[in-house]
């Protein structure tokens, strides 16, 4: 039997509706989350640096070496105007070999920490963390990988995609300080 005077539930996040209580705590400021992500980009770029520079730079120098012209004083003859072509594709597969395992490794980091512990090295060193808006637990794994790639395609306009991804919280009027990224991902970034 229904009760016809009984007023319909809320719906919530329409235009004069009470707003949908968020699971979770406080929100993460846009200080701690940009301190969280310097801290990532030092977990990450300290390895990438040094194994570029053993297994890279010294690949770029020998090329370089041998592509210096020298004049013989002699016959006045110029020689090694050009790179080997060999040397320049060891060079070009030795990098791109790098860039793809660490790019491998830059997913992992993000996505997999994200799912499984709520955040990165960073954002558990800055106390805060990504939980799922709808369940309020961590996200899974499609959500953590959907957060993560939206910054990532921003960054192919010159990363400015990506810085406006990243400061897209200051922009948010629900109060919960959703970036773009989180809104789509259905998470948010909370204090701890």
């Known amino acids: ?35 969280a992500r310097l801290l990532d980009g030092l977990i990450l770029g300290i390895p990438f640096g040094i194994i ?23 016959t006045g003859a110029v020689t090694g105007t050009a790179a080997d072509p060999a040397a320049m594709g060891a060079i070009f597969g ?9 790019f491998l490794i830059i997913i992992a980091y993000e996505v997999v920490l994200t799912a499984t512990r709520g955040g990165t090295f960073g954002k558990q060193i800055m106390k805060h963390r990504v939980i799922s808006t709808e369940t309020g637990g961590n996200p899974s794994f499609g959500a953590a990988l959907l957060r993560w790639l939206i910054p990532f ?13 990243y400061i897209s919280p200051a922009f948010d009027n629900t109060g919960l ?13 909370i204090k701890l």
């Open 52 to 74: 570029y520079s053993v297994l890279v730079l010294p690949a770029i120098m020998v090329a370089a070496k041998n592509a210096t012209p020298t004049v013989d004083p002699t």
């Open 1 to 35: 039997m229904s009760d016809f005077g009984a007023p319909p539930p809320p719906s919530y996040g329409y235009a004069g509706t009470p707003a949908m209580p968020a699971p979770g705590g406080q929100p993460a400021g846009l200080g701690v989350r940009l301190v």
């Open 153 to 165: 395609v921003g960054s192919f306009a010159c990363g400015i995609g990506q810085l406006v991804v």
């Open 94 to 102: 030795t990098a791109g070999l790098v860039y793809g395992i660490f």
């Open 177 to 189: 300080q959703q970036g773009w990224h989180d809104k789509v991902a259905k998470t948010r970034v």
